[in-house]
């Protein structure tokens, strides 16, 4: 299993990034797909999250309304929109699948698989 986030850079503040996460090594469209961040000095936290099917996505308080999480099993990818973008977004993003099939949740403790990091760097 494979999972290799890619898509951060530099943005300004309201600007818009979008990540991408793409699979390997597994059938993606039995599993939930996780986002997750960690900003320097910070624990990591849950960002976002999308069920097997796509039918249902969770958000954390401080994204709601800013990030959407989609994906497309036929890619094997799952991505991040996130616009206006605010400083305290600065984090390294990682994606991430879960123990069990479709569903996943906030909590990284409930995440098998972790792909590499991409990081996100916003300026006021």
């Known amino acids: 299993v494979q999972l290799q986030a890619s898509g951060g850079g530099l943005a300004q503040t309201g600007e818009s990034l979008r990540l991408s996460c793409v699979a390997s090594g597994f059938t993606t469209e039995y599993y939930a797909i996780g986002w997750f961040r960690q900003a320097p000095g910070k624990e990591r936290e849950g960002v976002a999250w999308?069920?097997?099917?796509?039918?249902?996505?969770d958000y954390a308080d401080s994204v709601k309304g800013r990030f959407t999480v989609t994906r497309d099993d036929a890619k094997s990818t799952a991505y991040l929109q996130m616009n206006s973008l605010k400083p305290e977004d600065t984090a390294v993003y990682f994606c991430a699948v879960p123990w069990g099939y479709g569903f996943g949740s906030l909590k990284s403790k409930d995440y098998e698989y972790w792909g590499r990091g991409t990081l996100v760097t916003v300026s006021s």
């Open positions: 999308i069920s097997s099917s796509g039918g249902t996505t």
